[in-house]
């Protein structure tokens, strides 16, 4: 667990004590690689303890702030923890990120100017014993990653202002189309009803239509059937005189047409 983190007060004297018990020889001298990242630049650095053993830390830079990463179980979400360069502490906001065993030590202006111009850089809290290393080249590395970081931080935020700019553009050219395609489905469904009604009055002028053919061969059956019956009852009466004055049946002389002109009749 990371005990010394939960107890400020404490902390400074068991850092102090470590300090005392950091071995006499030489630390190595850090080797500084800096890499580009997405957003920044960083360098993986290892820090010796007295038995040889090796941790790794990474400082990271984006032109403006530099920060230490390392890993560690049993982080806090933030602390308030020292670093020594030269023996003096320097203490810096260490937060826990989005890994639950890894921490961001955020360093300070004045712990950055002491890593420049500092010699030997010491830790009491980052492994079960005290690890350190030589600030040789310190000066000019960090330099070098401040420059690298400020440099890929500004090639990422163009990046990312270009990648902003095309999807509003993207977006504005959805929202228009979308636009433009809603009035077009409005002026075809206008269109698509004023067919259709058109389309409903043909029929219904065709219905009207074939109702008053309807009608009109109604009438003239009728007709047709009355004048029928009419002529049958005066058939019946032709001959049921011919039977009262004594004469034979015959048929009933034909009745004369109604006149009628002699041109057609076109209906319009």
């Not at 080797?31 to 920044?40: H, S, Y």
């Not at 409005?186 to 239509?209: D, G, P, S």
Request: charged share 25%; proline share 6%; net charge negative.
């Amino acid at each position: 667990m990371f005990k010394p983190i939960l107890m400020g007060a404490a902390l400074a004297v068991l850092v102090a004590g470590a300090a005392q018990a950091a071995p006499g020889a030489p630390a190595p001298a850090l080797a500084w690689m800096i890499q580009p990242t997405e957003a920044g630049c960083r360098a993986e650095l290892e820090l010796e303890a007295k038995s040889g053993a090796v941790t790794p830390i990474t400082l990271v830079s984006d032109g403006v702030t530099l920060s230490l990463r390392f890993a560690r179980d049993g982080l806090p979400e933030r602390a308030f923890l020292p670093l020594r360069i030269d023996q003096k502490p320097y203490s810096n906001l260490m937060l826990r990120t989005g890994e639950p065993a890894v921490g961001e030590l955020v360093l300070s202006p004045e712990t950055v100017t002491a890593l420049r111009s500092g010699s030997t850089l010491q830790v009491a809290w980052l492994s079960d014993q005290p690890v350190g290393a030589s600030l040789s080249g310190s000066d000019q590395a960090l330099t070098d990653l401040l420059t690298c970081g400020a440099q890929a931080a500004s090639v990422h935020k163009a990046k990312l202002a270009a990648e902003t700019e095309a999807r509003a553009r993207a977006e504005a050219e959805a929202r228009e189309r979308a636009i433009t395609e809603a009035k077009l489905a409005a002026v075809q469904a206008e269109a698509a009803a004023a067919e259709a009604e058109r389309e409903r009055a043909l029929q219904e002028a065709e219905r009207q239509r074939e109702l008053a053919d309807a009608e009109r061969q109604r009438l003239a059956y009728e007709e047709q059937r009355q004048r029928r019956e009419e002529q049958a009852e005066r058939e019946r009466a032709y001959n049921d005189a011919l039977r009262r004055y004594g004469y034979e049946e015959r048929p009933l002389p034909a009745q004369p047409q109604p006149w009628r002109p002699a041109y057609g009749y076109r209906r319009y």
